[in-house]
């Protein structure tokens, strides 16, 4: 399949118009960081996220109503892959302690019902935990059956046939979860996933992803210096850096403004970025590599004359590759669920942004170069 045969349009004639709209995108952008700054996931912020698969359909307002009041500060609920699913985060780490003497009122109402006038002692008491100690071993098997069957994750202390010490879990997880027990009484649900990173844990991985994201760009730097010249190298960096940092300044504009679309830095949208490197990166050497074959077969011809032919000459190329990848890409956007849904948009808007500098961004570079330090580029 070809399309744009023979194409001959003056894309250098016309850089001027592309760098103020680069520069535009890319205002834009740093107005956002500065004024709105990035928003990072539980990933790298630490925190707690939980996702609960229902039974029936619900209703996320309402989910939310039932746990913005239970002491934990503020919750974000929102949807999780279609309407039975239910995401929930908080940056809490630990209960808050005004919520600790509640939480183990609860566990104490819940023994007794399971046997009125029942008589234990509290052994130890953590941050996230309490053991109890009662008569005999099987009270300590009844009681940690009931607190199970209810919602709370309830373990011996040893498996030995004395053993009359249970403990009980009481962490923001547990806390949240038998808050929509109570609530939500005719519509079941499970856990399906349930991810705590620690502050220290999200810093370190914070600084590993952009440890990542930089040495991508340096090992494309010195394998492009090698495999062209070094001016080549710099300029398809450049192209790289100017994809990065605009689709950054685009999530924190557009962070809370499109419904159903959650534009929080995680993991997952390194990945997405990483992948944008290294699609963006194939896109600019198919350009460059034509550029090197036309210097040596048209040796006379001038390098504004060159790079143009060869943009031309790749653009079907080009062209076709995007489009069928976007079109990948845009199913994913849509059918993909929660999960993905960032990590899609991400690369929708990346790759088209990482098509446009490879031919706008990258070419022009390596020409503004040659021509303002007057060097001859030759193969």
């Not at 009662?134 to 059956?145: G, K, R, V």
């Amino acid at each position: 399949m070809r399309i744009f045969h023979n194409l001959n349009v003056d894309f250098l004639g016309k850089r001027k118009l592309f760098y103020i709209l680069s520069f535009s995108l890319f205002f834009i952008g740093v107005i956002g960081v500065i004024f709105r700054g990035l928003n990072f996931g539980i990933d790298f912020k630490g925190g707690l996220e939980i996702v609960l698969q229902f039974d029936k359909k619900i209703d996320v307002h309402q989910v939310r109503k039932n746990i913005e009041n239970i002491g934990l500060g503020n919750i974000e609920v929102r949807t999780f892959g279609n309407e039975t699913g239910a995401l929930i985060r908080t940056e809490l780490q630990e209960i808050p302690k005004k919520v600790y003497p509640q939480v183990v009122k609860n566990i104490e109402t819940e023994i007794k019902n399971a046997i009125p006038n029942i008589s234990y002692n509290i052994v130890d008491t953590t941050s996230n935990s309490i053991t109890y100690s009662f008569s005999d071993p099987s009270t300590t098997n009844l009681i940690a059956e009931k607190l199970f069957a209810v919602g709370y994750q309830t373990s011996k202390i040893s498996e030995e046939p004395t053993n009359t010490q249970m403990t009980v879990s009481i962490g923001i997880a547990d806390w949240i979860k038998q808050n929509l027990r109570d609530k939500i009484k005719n519509n079941s649900f499970k856990v399906l996933k349930e991810d705590r990173v620690g502050p220290k844990v999200g810093s370190e991985l914070k600084r590993d992803a952009v440890f990542a994201v930089l040495f991508a760009l340096v090992a494309i730097l010195i394998y492009l210096g090698l495999r062209f010249k070094f001016v080549f190298a710099v300029g398809a960096v450049l192209a790289l850096f100017h994809d990065v940092l605009i689709t950054l300044g685009l999530f924190a504009t557009l962070y809370s403004v499109i419904p159903g679309l959650n534009l929080e830095i995680d993991l997952t949208i390194i990945a997405a970025f990483l992948t944008l490197i290294g699609y963006s990166i194939n896109d600019t050497v198919i350009v460059f590599d034509r550029v090197r074959e036309n210097m040596k077969i048209n040796k006379t011809l001038p390098l504004f004359d060159v790079i143009n032919k060869s943009v031309n000459q790749t653009m079907s190329r080009t062209i076709i590759t995007s489009f069928l990848v976007l079109l990948s890409v845009f199913v994913l956007l849509i059918l993909g669920g929660e999960v993905l849904r960032a990590f899609a948009f991400t690369l929708f808007f990346g790759i088209i942004i990482g098509t446009y500098s490879s031919i706008f961004v990258a070419s022009s570079f390596v020409y503004e170069y040659a021509t303002k330090f007057k060097r001859k580029i030759e193969f």
